[in-house]
């Protein structure tokens, strides 16, 4: 079991890297203003649990295995770029008004819609092999293998890892969806906003196609 001290230190810079612009909060802070603080939150609870695998992969010695490979991280980025180029085209083609089919900015997401984000942000999540190469060469340096098996330090490392993503984005999650609410007011603004989240997520997908090990 890590010191008290380890984790301290550890959750420090687990909420440092959680207010570091990336594509994970940057997705999260897009479908809060489009769907609602909410929807939001839907989706940080699926990327905390993509992050469980990510860290039961690298306890288990799978993200090592998986690091060594150089087909596996490309299958998997290009699995992750055509997810955010779909994800673009719908948020394109999503319509300006509270009419559509997705949840506005204050509505309470149905148990289906609740389940589709909470999906949608554990494949955002898991269909990023930079996150598990992160994971691989970041947790280990926190565990001590004076202090018991490193398999279990390196659980409890990425649980407290998870509570910080879920504080920071969470919070991301509640200011954003009351933005969100306000500009959705207005057909004009909901329009450029839907427009705006599709070329973010088409940048996030040229983004991941062309990342490198």
């Known amino acids: 079991m890590p010191t008290i001290e380890t984790l301290t230190t550890f959750f420090g810079v687990a909420v440092l ?16 203003a489009q ?20 860290t039961a992969a ?22 992750g770029a055509a997810y955010l180029v779909w994800l673009a085209w719908g948020a394109l083609r999503a319509p300006a008004g509270p ?21 949608r942000g554990m494949v955002m999540n898991l269909t990023n092999p930079k996150v598990l190469i992160f994971f691989l060469a970041f947790l280990p340096q926190f565990a001590d293998p004076a202090r018991g098996s490193v398999a279990a330090q390196l659980m409890v490392l990425g649980l407290v890892f998870m509570l910080a993503t879920l504080l ?26 839907n427009r705006v989240a599709g070329l973010v997520f088409l940048g996030l997908a040229a983004r991941l196609a062309t990342a490198q090990r």
């Open 99 to 119: 009419d559509g089919s997705e949840p506005g900015a204050g509505a309470v997401p149905e148990r289906g819609g609740a389940l589709r984000m909470v999906g």
């Open 17 to 32: 890297l959680g207010l570091s612009p990336g594509p994970d909060n940057l997705f999260v802070l897009l479908q809060s």
């Open 168 to 193: 920071v984005f969470g919070a991301i999650a509640c200011f954003s969806g009351a933005f969100g609410a306000l500009l959705q007011r207005s057909a004009r603004a909901q329009r450029w906003l």
């Open 35 to 54: 769907r609602g603080w909410r929807a939001g939150m839907c989706v940080v609870l699926g990327l905390c649990l993509g992050l469980v695998v990510h």
């Open 58 to 79: 690298v306890a288990l010695g799978l993200a090592a295995v998986f690091a060594a490979s150089s087909r596996a991280f490309a299958v998997l980025k290009w699995c």
